[in-house]
């Protein structure tokens, strides 16, 4: 395949140059913000070999395209240039504006999480290796190499604030250097060693109630809007002249100084009872809360509303120590990947044969697009299958009380031992273990059975043919 070919056919198939305001991309997807979504060519993007489909939610254009998506992304970046999206960015926010404020909201969340998912799900499977490794007495904490590898691990999560205050700051169209030097500020060596020693801090004589900010998401959000709302007042009443200094001062003299005093408190609750919130719904049943929100799961991925769930995991694991709802929603992935292995057993095509083989190499490293949107959806019952599979792994899940431990898994084999508890193997990892069998297993039969349609298998293939 030629990359530099699929981006010129991408860039002329959704308008040209002139209409796309941005573009980034994640894992698998180029995210377009386009200035007239009708001018692109959505069949036709569809169509082109190398596209798995094209989603169009939260005032994004997205062209799936698979685990290559960065090369593409490479190409594309050539033709329209480098300064586009930061540039455009910062001054388009027409599609926004069209959405509803769910749609907003999601697309607020996904512009702050998406540039760290990578690294973050890295350090949390490093992490969570160590943990494993620790627990099968191959390794002790007092080891130089343990060390130096849970400092790798945990850095993401100690300094996340600042790394969110730079993702924060490009999603607030400000500075985002302002936005992580706030984050720095939440998470002050001296701040923690005050906070640790039980000593009392004022601010104009006004008490600051000191808390531990490492690790925190919520304080930080909010801090950054109010840095992008203040620098459009500073912005206005300075000189241009003396803007590039003064703007970045008034915002760190002001804002850090709230942050201590208002936003951190009341958003460390806010993140308490959010916390709270979550797990009382999860008590309820964990069974039919795993039933239901893992057999719908897949679904909710597709329109990127999984965005939402994505702060609550990590506020779940900084607040209370870990995290019961990716622990139901986890097995999802296996069973999307078991649907696209029986169709690698049941295909008489080569090249859906091939296809799906693909898919079912990266399903199991974390990444379903391929699955879903290469074989499973094209193929229609398979990805129902792989629906039924993940509820009931995830209902297998709520029963053992399956729960995520000290960071972030986004899915895969390697996120594995991220479900480990530090103190030790339990039945609740080996009921964990069990969820994702249970998913796999019962996609991978159903579809076996019941899933290949060979018309639809030569009209698919047919379709991407010509």
């Known amino acids: 395949m030629s990359y530099e070919k699929l981006a010129k056919q991408i860039v002329q198939e959704v308008g040209g140059k002139g209409n796309i305001h941005s573009v980034i991309h994640c894992v ?7 200035k007239d979504e009708s ?37 594309v970046t050539k033709l329209i240039g480098k300064d586009v999206s930061e540039e455009s960015e910062s001054t388009d926010t027409s599609s926004e504006e069209r959405g509803s404020l769910f749609s907003k909201f999601v697309s607020l969340l996904s512009g702050i999480f998406m540039p760290i998912m990578g690294v973050l799900a890295a350090a949390g499977i490093l992490k969570g290796f ?17 060390t130096i590898l849970f400092t790798a691990s945990d850095a993401l999560f100690y300094f996340l604030p600042i790394l969110l205050g730079f993702t924060v700051g490009k999603t607030f169209n400000t500075n985002p250097f302002i936005t992580a030097t ?14 640790n020693a039980g000593e009392s801090l004022t601010f104009l004589q006004i008490p ?65 009872l959010l916390a709270d919130g979550a797990m009382a719904l999860y008590s309820l049943s964990p069974v039919i809360t795993g039933l239901l929100l893992a057999g719908i799961w897949q679904v909710a991925v597709m329109f ?12 779940n694991v900084f607040t209370i120590g870990f995290d019961p709802i990716n622990g139901l929603l986890y097995c999802t992935v296996f069973a999307q990947t078991g649907a696209a ?22 399903g199991f490293l974390g990444i379903t697009e391929p699955a879903i949107y290469g074989v499973n959806l094209p193929l229609k019952r398979p990805f129902l299958f792989g629906c039924i599979g993940g509820g009931l792994g995830g209902a297998t ?27 030790g193997l339990s039945l609740q990892f080996y009921g964990f273990t069990l969820s994702l069998l249970v998913a796999l297993v019962t996609a991978f039969v159903l579809t076996y059975l019941f899933g290949y349609s060979r018309e639809l298998a030569v009209k698919q293939i047919e379709k991407k043919s010509t």
């Open 182 to 195: 706030v984050g720095a500020s939440l998470v002050y060596p001296t701040m923690i060693d005050i906070y």
């Open 341 to 362: 292995l029986a169709i690698v057993f049941r295909a008489k095509e080569a090249k859906l044969k091939s296809l799906s083989t693909t898919a079912t190499i990266s």
């Open 304 to 315: 990127g509303l999984h965005w939402a769930f994505i702060p609550i995991m990590i506020n």
């Open 28 to 34: 698998t997807r180029l995210r377009f913000k386009l």
């Open 397 to 423: 899940a709520g029963f053992f009380s399956a729960s995520m431990f000290g960071g972030f898994a986004s899915g895969g084999i390697f996120g594995i031992p991220m479900f480990i508890n530090p103190e």
């Open 208 to 272: 600051v109630v000191l808390m531990n900010y490492t690790q925190s998401v919520i304080p930080i959000i909010l801090a950054g809007f109010l840095v992008a709302k203040f620098e459009k007042v500073l912005l206005k009443v300075i000189p241009k002249a003396l803007q590039l200094i003064f703007v970045p001062l008034f915002i760190i003299v002001t804002i850090v100084p709230i942050s201590f005093i208002v936003i951190g408190p009341l958003s460390v609750n806010a993140s308490q």
């Open 130 to 146: 160590l943990v494993a490794l620790t627990v099968l007495g191959w390794m002790s904490e007092d080891m130089g190499v343990y």
């Open 39 to 75: 001018l692109a060519n959505t069949e036709v993007i569809k169509g082109l070999d190398g596209i798995m489909t094209v989603i169009q939610k939260g005032g994004q254009y997205q062209v799936v395209i698979g685990d290559h998506v960065p090369i593409v992304f490479a190409e």
